[in-house]
Structures are given as C-alpha cells and as structure tokens.
Nanobody, 123 residues
C-alpha cells in the first residue's frame, strides 16, 4: 500500500507562485506514475500534470502549460508541483495521486489519492 500526504496549499494573489509537495510512503517502488489533479467547486476533478516514475516523461493540461512544473524526487519519494503566474481560475482543491498500472501519462485512472490541499488565488 502507498500513502500520500500533500502540503503547501494556501491563499495567494493573482500572479504569485506556490509550490505543492506530496510525500509518498509505503510500497513506493510499485508506483509507475504520479499526478496532480484539481477540483473546483461544481466542477469535475481534472488532471493538471503527471510524471513518470523516473521523471523522464511529463504531461500538462493545456490550461497550465508554461506556468506549472511537476517534478519527482525518488530519493525522498516526493513529487512537487510548482505553480507560477497563478490565476483566480486556478483556485481549487489540489490532489496528489499515484498509480502502479501501465497507463499513459494523460490517463485519469489512479488508484491512490492524497487528502487534498486547498489553493485559493485572489484577483
């Protein structure tokens, strides 16, 4: 079993930067890919970014390309999401996720989820 714990959310102003971090514990060698999702009020949970276990490949939703960067540290078993030039529409609960199956990075199928971290961007 893998457990995920997120940290780093908060309230920022438009244009600011924020970094979310996700610490994985348990049987982390089984993880094939990790991702960050977000869910705004009244909207479905959406994939924001994903990264392969070794950090070679990554995926970004069009809405965050050029502003967000996902990175993985296999020594610390952490995956970070660096968010720059934040916009009010980035306001959401952000979830870290991990999966052990051989799906593509754009897949929304994940079997382990963190508890979520609120990010609020004021205009």
């Amino acid at each position: 079993q893998v457990q995920l714990v997120e940290s780093g959310g908060g309230l920022v102003q438009a244009g600011d930067s924020l970094r979310l971090s996700c610490a994985a514990s348990g049987i982390t060698h089984s993880i094939y890919r990790m991702g960050w999702f977000r869910q705004a009020p009244g909207k479905e949970r959406a994939l924001v970014a994903a990264i392969s276990r070794r950090g070679v490949d990554s995926y970004y939703a069009d809405s965050v390309k050029g502003r967000f960067t996902i990175s993985i540290n296999n020594v610390k078993s952490t995956v970070d999401l660096r968010m720059n030039s934040l916009k009010p529409e980035d306001t959401a609960v952000y979830y870290c996720a991990a999966d052990s199956r051989l799906f593509g990075l754009a897949s929304r199928n994940y079997d382990v989820w963190g508890q979520g971290s609120q990010v609020t961007v004021s205009s």
